[in-house]
């Protein structure tokens, strides 16, 4: 019989190392990991919430209750129309013209709110100058969970842009994409560690219904 090989004696056979075999890859998305398509080019956008509508009615109310109370007690309903038509209707008609035409717009490097029927007003904030971003609560905000976000900007007197009413949970996801896309446009900037909360003050629910009733500046000058 004839050996195919020649082997010799105290030596193994020479045989090439075959290459480990590779893993199938990954496809973008699978582990865990968010994949670079679905992080970047994202636009927020939406409207405002029905509940603005509610919100919107109390503050009239409380707003003209007493005057409503003084001229009912005196027994003037007459100044009572009067005051529904040239006052009270036109609020409650801005609030619905607001209410249906307000639309805000979130990208990778501003913020864009727009509003009005006839005379539109359209308003382009840069994020890098956004400085603050208020998240208020009323005592009627805290039982319908609805927020007030008021945006601040470095060297801005008060807030550039408004946001009334929306839902709590909506507020905070709006803050929190302003402040990560901020962060993207001054990359060498290290991000600030924050500062542990402190609590300074706080209200019950009896204050802030005693403070709701008599903060009302426009009543108390016609009472």
């Avoid at 090439?16 to 992080?39: F, H, K, Q, Y």
């Avoid at 919107?56 to 309903?77: F, K």
């Avoid at 946001?163 to 993207?184: M, T």
Wanted: one cysteine or more; aromatic letters at 4%.
């Amino acid at each position: 019989m004839m050996a195919s090989e020649t082997e010799v004696p105290g030596e193994l056979p020479s045989r090439e190392p075959r290459p480990p075999a590779l893993p199938p890859p990954i496809p973008p998305g699978a582990g865990g990991e968010p994949s670079p398509a679905t992080d970047a080019g994202d636009t927020i956008e939406g409207r405002l919430h029905p509940l603005t509508l509610v919100c919107t009615a109390w503050d009239i109310i409380r707003g003209w209750l007493i005057p409503v109370v003084v001229l009912l007690l005196l027994g003037s309903r007459g100044a009572i129309v009067v005051l529904s038509a040239v006052i009270v209707l036109p609020q409650i008609a801005f609030a619905l013209v607001r209410y249906f035409t307000f639309y805000y717009r979130i990208t990778d490097t501003e913020l864009m709110t727009r509003q009005g029927l006839i005379e539109k007003r359209e308003r382009h904030i840069r994020l890098e100058r956004v400085q603050d971003i208020r998240v208020e609560q009323s005592l009627l905000h805290r039982l319908l969970n609805m927020a007030v976000v008021q945006v601040e900007t470095a060297g801005g007197m008060g807030a550039e842009a408004t946001l009334s009413v929306i839902p709590l949970q909506r507020a905070e996801q709006l803050r929190q994409a302003i402040f990560a896309r901020k962060l993207n446009l001054t990359p060498s900037a290290a991000a600030p560690e924050p500062e542990p909360s402190e609590l300074l003050h706080g209200l019950s629910v009896r204050d802030l219904v005693v403070a709701g009733l008599t903060s009302n500046r426009m009543a108390t000058v016609l009472v």
